[in-house]
C-alpha cells in the first residue's frame, strides 16, 4: 500500500478485506453446497430410470 496511509489504516484495509472475503467464501460454499444437492438429485433420478452414468462416462473415453 501507499506509504502515505498510516499503518493504522493499513490494519483496517486488510482487516475489512478479510471479513468480505470470508463473507464472499461463506456465500460461495452455499452456492456449490446447493449445485451438489441438485446434482445428487438428478443423479438420483437417472438411476431411477435405469441410467448407468459409470458405464455411459466410460463409453464416452473409448
Same mark, same amino acid.
Given at each position: 500500500?501507499?506509504?502515505?496511509?498510516?499503518?493504522?489504516?493499513?490494519?483496517?484495509?486488510?482487516?475489512?478485506?478479510?471479513?468480505? /472475503?470470508?463473507? #464472499?467464501? #461463506?456465500?460461495? /460454499?452455499?452456492?456449490?453446497?446447493?449445485?451438489?444437492? /441438485?446434482?445428487?438429485?438428478?443423479?438420483?433420478?437417472?438411476?431411477?430410470?435405469?441410467?448407468?452414468?459409470?458405464?455411459? #462416462?466410460?463409453?464416452?473415453?473409448?
Amino acid at each position: 500500500m501507499d506509504k502515505g496511509v498510516g499503518r493504522d489504516e493499513q490494519i483496517g484495509f486488510h482487516k475489512g478485506a478479510l471479513t468480505t /472475503l470470508a463473507k #464472499e467464501r #461463506e456465500e460461495m /460454499l452455499k452456492i456449490l453446497s446447493i449445485v451438489e444437492q /441438485l446434482m445428487q438429485m438428478h443423479v438420483k433420478s437417472l438411476q431411477e430410470l435405469g441410467v448407468d452414468l459409470q458405464k455411459s #462416462e466410460q463409453q464416452k473415453g473409448k
